[in-house]
């Protein structure tokens, strides 16, 4: 059952365990020539960027010639692609074995700047130079709610016109919400050309002896709702917005059109969701709305990517078997309650540090507890791994229950952060595998 009030399915103690998913081939899908976009999305922390870049990685040495956009990497992904800097134009990224004719390249979102591109390519210089310098302009480019959900889907409705890149691949804003990815474009375009920025922009189009008139009339109307607002929002940030409204007036359909025209070459069967997740309950929940989100809008999913799947060499013994292990461990380094202790045959039980045999078996009693105490350790944490992948493997388990038909393909987790090539080479072949 789907808990849509709360943000996400429900993964609870009474959801069914389930069979098998099919898994996620994903070399196939980076092959397709059909394929010409891939989002991966999820909630933020579960390796959405490392897995972008690695699928990048994987396409462009087999053959494609790909870009990849992320948002807000970490700098040492950028480093691990042997730049030293991201930026909003596409860098190559050296060091890819170009055999099969691929190329990758890479860059990172800079949000004002593509407000910025968009402002300059859609008005005459005056115009822009106008709405570049306001200041209700600077505000909402650098950080206005859902500025760089849109302009990341601006940007890649860019990318795309270009038909440069065989694959762009998008590693989505780390959002609070799921939802905000996909409403920020049509939400953004919708208050640009909406009703209250319209009513702003009433004065300005009037113009002249009609634009006094107006204002005149809007004692009772338009400067009565003005003045509340003004009373708000303060007088200078109201002459801000009204200033960018009229400048902007031009270009508010555009956003618009530019909303839908992203929202349509989403739902193209030439674009493929990956849901990228981690075998937890919070990220394993937010997953599964998304699934369910992107069924509702119609958007092409291709699978799910789990991260971090933990796994052990010696699944075969059991947490509960190690832990008993460990105790008997553990019993054998303690004496007996009544503080008595058996000795080897012949030995004395008065027999000092310096008494014959003794000393070498009292070394070699020493050496034996250590050997125990590391064993036992070990085995103490070979339990906790063990309990680990259980807990792992039930959530998995209901997230199949919730959505049998969707492909997963899992990622063990790695000892170390991801730093270089030859690490996103193997996220790329663990996901392959």
Aim: proline share 6%.
């Amino acid at each position: 059952m789907t808990d849509v009030a709360s943000g996400g399915a429900e993964l609870s103690e009474d959801t069914p365990a389930a069979g098998e998913s099919p898994v996620l081939a994903v070399d196939p899908l980076l092959d397709d020539p059909g394929i010409g976009i891939v989002v991966c999305c999820g909630a933020g922390g579960v390796g959405k960027t490392t897995t972008a870049a690695a699928l990048g990685v994987r396409a462009a040495e087999r053959g494609r010639r790909v870009v990849v956009l992320t948002i807000d990497p970490a700098r040492r992904l950028a480093q691990s692609m042997g730049l030293t800097e991201l930026d909003n134009v596409p860098r190559p990224v050296p060091g890819i074995d170009r055999s099969a004719g691929g190329e990758l390249f890479a860059m990172m979102l800079d949000m004002k700047r593509t407000f910025d591109e968009i402002v300059e390519g859609h008005a005459d210089p005056a115009r822009a130079r106008a709405i570049l310098d306001n200041p209700f302009y600077q505000s909402l480019s650098a950080g206005f709610a859902g500025t760089q959900e849109y302009m990341a889907m601006e940007k890649l409705g860019q990318l795309a016109a270009r038909g440069e890149w065989d694959l762009i691949v998008v590693d989505t804003p780390p959002s609070r919400s799921a939802l905000d990815f996909l409403d920020a474009p049509q939400r953004l375009g919708s208050f640009l050309d909406g009703r209250f920025i319209r009513v702003l922009m009433a004065p300005a189009k009037a113009g002249g002896r009609a634009g006094r008139k107006v204002m005149s009339l809007g004692m009772a109307g338009l400067s009565l709702f003005t003045g509340t607002i003004g009373k708000i929002l303060g007088t200078a940030l109201l002459r801000d917005v009204q200033t960018f409204v009229a400048a902007m007036d031009t270009m508010f359909g555009g956003f618009r059109a530019r909303a839908d025209a992203t929202y349509r070459l989403l739902q193209a069967p030439g674009t493929a969701f990956l849901v990228v997740s981690a075998p937890e309950r919070d990220a394993l929940r937010e997953a599964a709305y998304f699934v369910e989100r992107l069924a509702a809008d119609r958007m092409p999913l291709a699978g799910m990517v789990l991260n971090r799947v933990h796994t052990s060499g010696a699944a075969r013994l059991s947490a509960e078997r190690a832990e008993a292990a460990a105790e008997v461990l553990d019993a054998r380094k303690n004496p007996a309650p009544d503080g008595m202790v058996d000795h080897p045959a012949g030995q004395d039980a008065g027999a000092g540090p310096g008494a014959g045999p003794g000393v070498g078996s009292g070394v070699g009693a020493g050496v034996e507890e250590d050997a125990d105490r590391f064993a036992s350790a070990l085995l103490r944490v070979h339990a906790e791994r063990m309990r680990q992948i259980t807990r792992e493997e039930r959530m998995r388990a209901r997230f199949t229950a919730l959505h049998p038909d969707v492909p997963v393909a899992e990622v063990a987790a790695l000892a170390e952060d991801v730093h270089d090539l030859a690490g996103l080479r193997a996220i790329g072949d663990l996901l392959a595998s």
